[in-house]
């Protein structure tokens, strides 16, 4: 089920905004390491005494994951000229709007004073909606990657 056109994949190859996704999408994935490490060691009370990191680590999660909804928002612009929700990328965007709502809501439960337990399984079912929604980008990149060779050996690119 591939998305790009010949024309397209050359696009997105010469994009600056692949090689940003490229940069970005590691060092997410890293935040959410740590953040989700946070939580855990404070949810069974090891090492982490305060409440105030999990919040800390899931505010950087939530700003990491909005800076590549928004440099995938360019990309996407430039390469389907939709800004989001492209025929391309719908159930990545999907998925990505669903997780960024989870992440959000975080704070919003915070704001109207919700219970640590609570505000930790909600940190914890953000950050299950971003493993998700990353796996299902995975997927799509692996079967591109694959449609890009079999491009290549036939000649169409």
Known sequence: MPR?????LAKRNASIWTDIQIILAPI???VFIVGVSITALYANSLFISSFYWVSVAILFKTLFFALLFITGMFF???IFNKWVYSKEFLWEDIGSTI????HLLYFVLAYLGYPEDVLIWEAFLAYLTYVLN???YLVR???EKLNERKLRLE???
């Open 155 to 157: 000649g169409n690119i």
């Open 141 to 143: 990149i692996i079967l």
């Open 134 to 136: 990353a796996l299902q």
């Open 76 to 78: 996407e612009k430039e």
């Open 99 to 102: 997780a960024a709502g989870f």
């Open 4 to 8: 790009y056109t010949p024309e397209q």
């Open 28 to 30: 997410q994935f890293l």
